[in-house]
Structures are given as C-alpha cells and as structure tokens.
C-alpha cells in the first residue's frame, strides 16, 4: 500500500476500518438484515428461565455505531454460504468455528486465507457432525462455501482484499464477477471491475430516464456491465 493511501486512511488498514452500516451491508450480500444484525449483534431468545442471550458470530468493526469493516463483510460473505443450505443454530457455527481455531487460531476465522485452504475440509467435517447432516449434504455445503470463497481475492501474503458481488440468485462459481467491493476505492463501495464507476451512480442515472446504451457509450464499458451494475443496486429497492 502507498504513501498515498496511508494518508487518506489515517495511516491504518482500509480493509479494518468500521464503513458499512448493518442495511447497507446486507444489500451488497443479498440477505435479510435482520440475519445479519444477528450475526453481527447477536439476538435475545426465550427459555423457561427467562431471556437469554446469543453472542454475536462476528465481532463488529465498531459497536457503538453498529459499522461493520470489509474484513466483517468478507466473514459474513462466507457465512452466507452456510445460511443458504443449513438454517442452524449460533451454538453449533461457534463450536465448529472454535474447532477450527485449535488448528488455525486467527481473530477472523471466516475471512482467513486458512479457512480457504486447509481448514475448509476441517470445518465441514465438524460442522457436518454437529448438524447431522449427509455425507452428500456436507459435499453441498462445501461446494457452496467453496463458490463463496472463490469470491475473494487475496494479496501475495493471504489477506483479503477484494470481494466480487454475487448479482443474482446463481451463487455458483460459474455466476458473473463484474462487480467488486474493494476497500481502496470508492471508501469500499461496488463498482464495475477494473473501473472506479460506483453502481450506485448507474443506478441513479438509469432511473433519470438514461438507457443501458447510453450508459455503456459513457462510461466505455458494455451493456452487459451496466446491466450487473444495475442488478446490484436493484435489489436494494426489492428488499
């Protein structure tokens, strides 16, 4: 990283600093946000003994302002696999992650180049004995986890430094990478790979009356990038 950018971010990590509120983030991960302010901020549930308490899966960036950093969205971006095959319990994701971090201890398991690599097999293993869950279930889970983890570039050392959107319902490994968050552009905001157009922006322009074709002349991009532009901010307003 550069002078340059030392200097915009105050000298620290862009990819640690608290950027994206709950809402926001949940829109560029295509799931509920009341799943992710679980996830990021745990939730009370009901016994015979009165309320109880889960504890959050991922320690917030910053929990006063409930702000999540681009590590955070990295580890809910994975733990977005496991959500769209297994509706499970906080109890049984923390105890397979606590396994994990015997053999790769790490602040954030879910976002660790480990996890990618040799922890993977590890993780279903144990996740798969705690759920009950078919050797062809555990063979799902992990193709999933694995098209997620395909998602995320990483530098020369491991650590996370891109996320490519999924914008559409395929979360498969074949799905397009057209638009990237990448914390070193656009204070981490999706824009078309390669380019520094925020989505957001093409959005705007698509709703003041512009078309696909005008967009795709000005920027020197193709229709098909706007389109994956336009998909990504779409779904915030079919939430």
């Known amino acids: 990283m550069g002078r340059t950018e030392k200097n915009i971010y105050g000298g620290r990590d862009p990819r640690e600093l608290p950027a994206y509120g709950i809402p926001e983030a949940a829109h560029y991960l295509r799931i509920p946000v009341a799943t992710l302010r679980t996830w990021v901020c745990g939730r009370h549930y009901p016994t015979q003994q009165g309320l109880r308490r889960f504890k959050p899966i991922i320690a917030l960036a910053d929990t006063e302002r409930f702000l999540l950093s681009f590590v955070n969205l990295i580890e809910a971006h994975v733990l ?9 319990s906080f109890p049984k994701v923390r105890s397979a992650l606590r396994y994990l971090n015997q053999y790769f201890p790490s602040p954030h398991p879910l976002a660790d180049q480990h996890f990618e690599t040799n922890g993977l097999d590890l ?18 889970m992990r193709d999933m986890l694995k098209a997620h983890l395909h998602r995320i570039e990483r530098d020369v050392s491991g650590l ?8 559409r319902r395929d979360v498969s490994e074949t799905a397009p990478r057209v638009i990237v968050v990448d ?3 656009a204070f981490g905001r999706p824009v078309v790979v390669g380019t520094r157009i925020s989505t957001e922006v093409v959005y705007q322009r698509f709703e003041a009356g512009e078309s696909i074709a005008r967009l795709a002349d000005d920027y020197g991009r193709t229709p098909a990038e706007i389109e994956e532009a336009l998909r990504c901010e779409h779904y915030r307003d079919a939430a």
Do not use: C, M
């Open 80 to 88: 977005a696999a496991i959500r769209r095959h297994h509706r499970v």
């Open 123 to 140: 993780f279903v293993e144990q996740f798969g004995n705690l759920i009950a869950i078919s050797d062809e279930g555990q063979l799902s």
């Open 160 to 167: 996370a430094i891109k996320l490519y959107l999924f914008t």
């Open 183 to 185: 914390p070193r552009i």
